[in-house]
C-alpha cells in the first residue's frame, strides 16, 4: 500500500510540475487572432459616425459662408422699389402729378385741391448705394470672421482629439484586460485540473488538506479576476458602441500590452514633445478669440467716426395724365456726435478684452503645469513598471525552482500556491500600471497640439 501511495504522490507531484512549468512560459506566449480589428479601423469608423464630428464640419461651413459674405460687403447695394397708388389724399394726389411731370393750372384751384377726386399712380425706382468709408468697420469684422473660423477649426481639433483619446483609452483596455485574461484562465483551467487530482488533500493529512485548501482559494481568487476583467471588457465594449461603434465584439480587438499600444498609437518622441506641449487646440481657440475680443474693442471705437457713400437713384412716376423720368446722384455723411447709449462702450469692450486676455493666460499656464506633472507620473509608471517586469522574471525564475523542490518532496503545495500568489501579485500590478501608462499619456496629448496619425501612419514606432 505504501508503493502505490508513493507511486500516486509522484504522479501528483509531476503533475503539478508540469503546471508550474506551463504557467511560467504562458505569459510570453499569446494566441493568434485572424478577425481582430486593428485601432486604426475602430477609431475610423467611430470617427465616421460621430455626431459631433459633423456638427463640428457644420460650423465650420457656416463660418465660411459668413467670412465670404463679409468680404463681399464692399459692393455696392442695388434695389428696386415699385408701387401703385390711388388715392384722394390732397397731398399724395399733388405730388403725385408734379412728380408725373403733368401739373396743370387747374390743379391749384381751391376746389381742386381740397377735393380732387381718386387718381391713379405707379411709381418705379433704381437705386445703388456704395459705401465709400465706413469708419473702418468692414476691415474689423472681416478679421472677426477669420478669427473666429480659425477658433472653430481648432476647437474642431481638440474635439476630435478628445475624441481619439477616449475611443484609444477604451480599445487599449479591452486588449490589455484580454491579454490578462487569457492567463488567468490558463492558470485556472490547471489549477482546477491539481485540485481534483490532489489524492492526498484528506482532512486526516493536516499538511496535505492545507495544501488543497491553499490551492482552492488561488482559484477562488483567479475566478474573482476573471469577473473583474471581464466585466471592465463589457464596460469599454458599451462605452464603444455609444460612441458609434456597431455591435463591437470581443475578439475584434488587439491584444497587446499597454506599452506597445502608446507607442504604436499615442507616440511622442523629444523633439516632437516641445513643439506640441506650446498650446493644446483648445488653448490656440481661445486665442483665437482673443482676437475677436480685441476686434469687437476696434469696432466701438469705429462706430465714433463718420461714414461716408455715394447713392443714386433714377425712378419713373406715371400717373392717368402721362409719366416723367427722374435721376439722382449724390454723397451722403453720417457721423454720430454724440449717443448717451453708445457713450463708453469701446471702455467697457477694452475691459473685456483685457479680462480675456488674462483668463487665456492663466489657462495656458494651468495646461502647461498639467502637461509637466502627467510627464512625471509617466516616468514614475515607466520606472514602476520596469521594476515589475524585474520582479516577474526572478518569480519566473523562483517558480522553476519551486517545481524541482515540489517534485524532490522538499517543499508542500501551500508552499506552492504561496509562491503562485506572489506571482499573481505581480501580475495584477502590471496590469495596473498599463491601464495607468495608456491613461496618462491620453491625458497628455489632449492638452497637446498632438495630430493624430493617418491610418496608413498608424502602427509605426516613432
Not at 507511486?7 to 508540469?18: A, D, E, L, V
Not at 488674462?358 to 502627467?374: C, G, N, P, R, Y
Amino acid at each position: 500500500m505504501r508503493i502505490v501511495s508513493r507511486k500516486k504522490n509522484r504522479q501528483i507531484k509531476t503533475y503539478i510540475s508540469i503546471f508550474l512549468y506551463s504557467l511560467s512560459v504562458v505569459i510570453f506566449f499569446r494566441p493568434f487572432h485572424v478577425q481582430a480589428k486593428s485601432f486604426p479601423q475602430i477609431w475610423s469608423e467611430i470617427l465616421s459616425r460621430s455626431y459631433v464630428e459633423k456638427s463640428h464640419q457644420f460650423k465650420i461651413e457656416q463660418l465660411n459662408e459668413s467670412k465670404e459674405r463679409i468680404s463681399n460687403q464692399w459692393l455696392p447695394k442695388i434695389y428696386l422699389e415699385a408701387q401703385a397708388l390711388s388715392s384722394n389724399e390732397p397731398a399724395n394726389v399733388l405730388f403725385g402729378k408734379i412728380s408725373s411731370g403733368h401739373i396743370e393750372e387747374s390743379d391749384f384751384g381751391n376746389d381742386r385741391l381740397n377735393r380732387p377726386g381718386h387718381n391713379f399712380f405707379q411709381k418705379g425706382t433704381v437705386g445703388l448705394n456704395l459705401s465709400l468709408y465706413e469708419g473702418g468697420i468692414t476691415a474689423e469684422q472681416a478679421s472677426i470672421a477669420d478669427a473666429n473660423l480659425e477658433a472653430q477649426k481648432n476647437l474642431h481639433m481638440q474635439s476630435r482629439l478628445a475624441q481619439y483619446s477616449v475611443v484609444a483609452n477604451y480599445y487599449a483596455n479591452i486588449g490589455i484586460f484580454r491579454s490578462y485574461l487569457e492567463k488567468v484562465a490558463f492558470m485556472k483551467k490547471d489549477i482546477s485540473s491539481a485540485i481534483k487530482s490532489y489524492e492526498i488533500g484528506q482532512k486526516s493529512n493536516p499538511v496535505g488538506y492545507s495544501g488543497l485548501l491553499g490551492m482552492k482559494s488561488f482559484l477562488i481568487r483567479l475566478q474573482g479576476l476573471e469577473i473583474h476583467f471581464r466585466s471592465q471588457i463589457s464596460q469599454s465594449l458599451t462605452a464603444l458602441r455609444e460612441l458609434g461603434l456597431p455591435n463591437p465584439q470581443e475578439d475584434e480587438f488587439d491584444i497587446q500590452d499597454g506599452k506597445e499600444f502608446v507607442q504604436k498609437y499615442l507616440s511622442i518622441n523629444s523633439n516632437d514633445r516641445k513643439n506640441i506641449s506650446d498650446s493644446s487646440f483648445g488653448i490656440s481657440a481661445q486665442r483665437s478669440n482673443l482676437i475677436v475680443q480685441k476686434k469687437l474693442y476696434e469696432i466701438e471705437k469705429t462706430l465714433y467716426r463718420p461714414k461716408l457713400g455715394l447713392f443714386a437713384e433714377s425712378g419713373i412716376v406715371g400717373g392717368s395724365r402721362g409719366s416723367q423720368v427722374s435721376n439722382s446722384v449724390g454723397l451722403y455723411l453720417q457721423w454720430s456726435l454724440f449717443d448717451s447709449s453708445e457713450r463708453f462702450r469701446y471702455k467697457e469692450a477694452l475691459l473685456n478684452y483685457q479680462a480675456f486676455d488674462s483668463e487665456v493666460l492663466a489657462k495656458t499656464q494651468e495646461e502647461k503645469t498639467q502637461i509637466k506633472i502627467f510627464e512625471e507620473r509617466e516616468k514614475a509608471l515607466y520606472a514602476n513598471f520596469d521594476i515589475l517586469q524585474q520582479s516577474d522574471q526572478i518569480l519566473n525564475d523562483q517558480l522553476q525552482v519551486v517545481t524541482k523542490l515540489f517534485r524532490n518532496g522538499n517543499i508542500s503545495a501551500l508552499q506552492m500556491v504561496e509562491v503562485l500568489n506572489r506571482r499573481l501579485d505581480v501580475l495584477t500590478q502590471k496590469i495596473d500600471a498599463e491601464l495607468q501608462i495608456v491613461k496618462v499619456r491620453t491625458e497628455q496629448i489632449s492638452r497637446m497640439s498632438f495630430q493624430i496619425p493617418d491610418d496608413e501612419k498608424m502602427g509605426t514606432t516613432k
